[in-house]
């Protein structure tokens, strides 16, 4: 049984930061995931964020939208089975649930693809006031 949990989320003036966590339980290490955000604004689809995969040994690489590029990071704890978003430079359009996913990590995994995700957290709501 492999559960996710978001925690971070809440309201914000445009302009300031939040960092949200998701910790992944089950027997699999984080390591062999490849994990991901993303996110739901009110009547619009769910949108890939970012998400971050082992890319080596002891290397892993980080993929981001680029509607956040330069503004989110996405990065992980293995020993805290943890996944965090931090997000910087908010604007209101950034307003929306936002899900952590995961899913055992393949060479046929698309990380931009919410579909090839097996795991997802309950959500967490991010609001940034304009």
């Known amino acids: 049984q492999v559960q996710l949990v978001e925690s971070g989320g809440g309201l914000v003036p445009a302009g300031g930061s939040l960092r949200l966590s998701c910790v992944v339980s089950g027997r699999t290490p984080l390591s062999r995931y490849a994990t991901a955000w993303f996110r739901q604004a009110p009547e619009k689809e769910r949108e890939f964020v970012a998400a971050?995969?082992?890319?080596?040994?002891?290397?892993?690489?980080?993929y981001h939208a680029e509607s956040v590029k330069g503004r989110f990071t996405i990065s992980g704890d293995n020993a805290k089975n943890s996944v965090y978003l931090q997000m910087n430079r908010l604007k209101p359009e950034d307003t929306a649930v936002y899900y952590c996913?995961?899913?055992?990590?393949?060479?046929?995994?698309?990380?931009?693809?919410?579909?090839?995700?097996?795991?997802w957290g309950q959500g967490t709501q991010v609001t940034v006031s304009s």
């Open positions: 996913a995961a899913t055992p990590d393949t060479a046929a995994i698309e990380v931009r693809t919410s579909s090839h995700y097996d795991y």
């Open positions: 971050i995969r082992r890319s080596g040994v002891d290397s892993y690489y980080g």
